[in-house]
């Protein structure tokens, strides 16, 4: 989730809100501003709301919000479970692929290990943890690589494999199906050319 489009401001889930309820799955992006300017608009350079923002208090309890609204003091308020002064500016921008659930974690991977677009998602993972998160996206690059060529290597091997033992069942038939049709001088050339393509893949498969 990256709230950066206005400085200062983060993802946040106020006070007073359940995680899993009144909040978004991905929480909305806040500012912080000060007790004075509850109730007003803020500058907010960047908000979804025309570069400004609205102050809002939220507690943690009915009474700490009645003891902020009756001006008891920090120490009262604090003992009720506080209060915090926030202002939203918009929506968090979440990215399409993310390590948020399982499923979008395996999602990710397979994108990373299919290279499509693997440096933006890696420039999300720094943006989200700090540049030294570069260094998982480089490592399961290089270890998706190596995978995967390997994985080719075996399916080429097999291929060819299969050639050849497709050849070797196809040439005694071969032989007779020519044979019948146009004599055994004939079919010379046809035949050779066949052998030398079953010996082909059979050399193809030994390498």
Request: proline share 4%; hydrophobic share 40%.
């Amino acid at each position: 989730m990256f709230c950066d489009y206005v400085e200062g401001a983060r993802p946040v889930c106020p006070l007073g809100q359940r995680v899993w309820g009144d909040c978004p799955d991905h929480f909305y992006c806040y500012l912080p501003c000060a007790e004075d300017q509850a109730g007003g608009l803020v500058d907010a350079p960047g908000s979804r709301f025309n570069g400004v923002a609205v102050c809002e208090r939220f507690c943690a309890s009915d009474q700490a919000a009645e003891a902020a609204e009756a001006g008891r003091g920090p120490e009262a308020v604090a003992a009720a479970g506080g209060c915090e002064y926030l202002a939203m500016v918009g929506k968090s921008e979440v990215p399409r692929a993310h390590f948020d659930t399982v499923a979008w974690g395996l999602y990710t991977v397979f994108q990373l290990l299919t290279t499509e677009n693997w440096n933006n998602v890696m420039y999300d993972g720094m943006r989200t943890v700090s540049p030294w998160a570069a260094i998982y996206f480089v490592v399961v690059m290089l270890i998706g690589e190596q995978r995967g060529r390997s994985a080719c290597l075996s399916t080429t091997r097999m291929s060819r494999r299969t050639n050849c033992a497709v050849a070797r069942l196809i040439q005694p038939t071969a032989t007779a199906f020519l044979e019948y049709r146009e004599g055994k001088n004939g079919c010379f050339a046809a035949w050779r050319s066949l052998q030398l393509t079953a010996r082909m893949h059979c050399t193809q498969a030994r390498t």
